[in-house]
């Protein structure tokens, strides 16, 4: 997960954004990683991801001059939402589809891993998929944003419009639900 951008770089960086591609493509390369791991992880196609992430920059870039910086975190928090509600448009608009293949999955980088290594952890993450589909959908986001995106608490607040504390409580709740799930599959599996 890449570094945070430091709170009064990234105050530069949006008050410029709205007028120099320069100050854009900071940005853009610093929340591109982030965005697209959530994306992907929430619709799970390739060439969906790459076209809701375009989406949601397209966005961005249309709306940064109506932004208001008010500090850490509120930059994150912004794309974040756009980038959740562009994600559940798409959602809603699609059919449910069945999860994702072992072919579809982002290369999952290891220290020089086996194929069979690389095709057991693509199954256990594809496991974990699944479970994470089993939880409650606001469950669900406030996982997806802390480990995929990498969101603090805070933001995922923000992004989702909650208390600070009922996120905790959703990633303590979620946690223990996954657990409670993944463990025991997992020793099935030995």
Known sequence: MRERLDPYREHDLVARAAYEAEAFRDLYNHYFPKVYAYVAYRVQHRQDTEDLVSEIFLVV???????????????SAWIFKIAFHV????R???????????????EIKGNDLLPDQT???KERFLELVRLVDTLPPR???VITLRYFAGLRNQEIAQVLGLDERTVASHISRGLKQLYQRFAPESEQNR
């Not at 870039?61 to 930059?75: A, C, K, L, P, V």
């Not at 809603?92 to 982002?106: E, G, T």
Request: proline share 5%.
């Open 87 to 90: 994600v559940s448009r798409f």
């Open 139 to 141: 469950r669900q986001e």
């Open 61 to 75: 870039t249309e709306r940064i001059h109506d932004f208001e910086y008010r500090g850490e975190n509120t930059f």
């Open 92 to 106: 809603r608009q699609q059919a449910r589809q069945p999860l994702a293949s072992l072919d579809s999955l982002p």
């Open 119 to 121: 095709i057991m952890r």
